[in-house]
């Protein structure tokens, strides 16, 4: 008979010692915020939309991607370039605005920007 019991994770103690346990206040990747400046955070609202517009043209790139009638191997290269550009959004957004419209751009044009 099998019994569900909670997953070993779910307790307060570890099950191996592979797992150290943290302090309440650390991070998983101790790292400081130090990427974006507070002019530059999402309180501004003009960075603020040129995010939603970049997540909003990912979302419809992938939603084409996804809908091309093109080799498996072809679909899984144009998603890496898609999440490239999802990569560089979160280090520089204009660049990655540029590279989403240069990839949309060879989509409409009939060339799949592939390799």
Request: charged fraction near 30%; proline fraction near 8%; aromatic fraction near 4%.
């Amino acid at each position: 008979m099998h019994r569900h019991h909670e997953p070993p994770y779910a307790g307060s103690d570890p099950v191996s010692s592979e797992f150290a346990v943290r302090d309440a206040g650390s991070r998983i990747d101790d790292r400081l915020d130090v990427e974006t400046s507070p002019a530059e955070g999402p309180d501004d609202p003009e960075v603020a939309a040129l995010y939603a517009l970049v997540a909003e043209r990912l979302k419809q790139a992938h939603a084409r991607v996804h809908a091309l009638h093109v080799s498996a191997g072809a679909k899984t290269a144009l998603t890496r370039q898609l999440l490239i550009v999802t990569e560089t959004a979160k280090r520089d957004l204009p660049e990655a605005a540029r590279r989403l419209s240069r990839f949309v751009q060879d989509l409409d044009e009939g060339r799949p920007p592939v390799g």
